[in-house]
């Protein structure tokens, strides 16, 4: 069983959530670049681009990129954002 930090709060701002997981993406990679974007397509709310350091492996970004993506239903399911994520290589 799963037991989250805090209670759904499906009225708070896209802006809060938005910037609520960019310091969640930060807590877990400090020097990841990261990208949002509200640009809509079909029922998406906002998309994260997250850029982790040159020297991560693929090992550590896929294990990154899953922990993004179970926050990312985890604020679907508790809001109701639709809030894609993905982790790319470094620029």
């Known amino acids: ?41 079909e029922d998406e709310d906002a998309n994260i681009v997250v850029r982790p350091p040159a020297r991560w492996t693929a090992e550590q970004g896929d294990a990154l990129e899953e922990r993004l ?9 508790q809001t109701g954002y639709h809030i894609l994520v993905g982790v790319f290589e470094p620029a």
């Not at 896209?14 to 310091?23: A, M, P, R």
Request: charged share 25%; net charge negative.
């Open 1 to 41: 069983m799963r037991i989250d930090k805090s209670s759904p709060n499906p009225n708070r701002s896209l802006e809060s959530i938005l910037t609520e997981f960019s310091l969640f993406v930060k807590e877990l990679c400090p020097e990841a670049s990261v990208e949002i974007t509200k640009t809509s397509y």
């Open 69 to 77: 993506s179970a926050q990312s239903i985890d604020l679907l399911l």
